[in-house]
């Protein structure tokens, strides 16, 4: 039995109900009513921005419209298809879960959450979007969004990650909770964003932090992210490079190196062998391609 839930959520939950047909944004992947298109986007919205994500999603579902398809291509392609979205272990498992769905679900995806727990690179979050976005599952989503709305309009406190989750579970209802959920990660998207649009909010009525005051509770409450080291000159940017130079054709290092725009050998190096690690890359004979590539 789940523990008590300490807040009133009904007036939230009244609110944002209200609200949520003028906070729909224009998302492709929204009511496709095909769960593979929401798996992939499930897949490519980890850790990255909505508006990265629109057109990379497109063009994935063009070339693997099925988990079928997915599953009978090389990762190189499914690697050349995720280009722009960066953290490409996701790619790398996104491919492994449709093998996954192939040969145990018969290449469907399943609504139980436990069953999709199974799946490679599926987490807690996005197991229970899936079963919500996919099959209305009345399952709480917690993300960095939802957890600023949870921390300020429900609680005006900072939230352990077990509160949290109990909160958003509470606060679905039990129909219609794709809707509703979309409606709460529009909602911490659009108005309770890192910077805050509280007076145009549509449910500040409502809001705990808008009445009461204080400080911040979203800082550092949970499943509220920290704000990401930069980019430029990080390994991310050199696998990046690396990655992008080996979609072209397979390298030797002299070529790959020069790639990466760094002088730091080691660094390209060090990179390079965190790519051939995470299954991603493979070297043949003092050339490196992506892993699936014809020999």
Known sequence: ?????????????????????????????????????????????????????????????????????????????????????????????LHETARALCERHGGAVPSDVGALRTLPGVGAYTANAIASFAFDAPVGILDTNVGRVLARAVANERLSGVEAQQLVDALVPKQGSANFNQALLDLGAQFCSATPRCESCPVKRVCRWHQDGGDDPAVASAAVSKKQKPFKGSDREIRGRLLAALRESRKNWVTLAAATATTDEDRV???????????????NRGRWALVGEDR
């Open 269 to 283: 190096r060090r990179c390079l062998q965190g790519l051939v690690d995470d299954g991603l890359v493979v070297e």
């Open 1 to 93: 039995m789940a523990a008590p839930v300490r807040f009133d959520l009904a007036p939230l939950r009244r609110s944002l109900q209200r609200a949520a047909d003028g906070l729909t944004r224009d998302l492709p992947w929204i009511g496709t009513g095909n769960p593979w298109a929401v798996v992939v986007s499930e897949f490519m919205l980890q850790q990255t921005q909505t508006s990265r994500v629109v057109g990379p999603w497109q063009r994935f579902m063009a070339s693997f419209p099925t988990p079928e398809a997915c599953a009978a291509a090389p990762l190189s392609e499914v690697l050349r298809h995720w280009e722009g979205l960066g953290f490409h272990r996701r790619a790398k498992f």
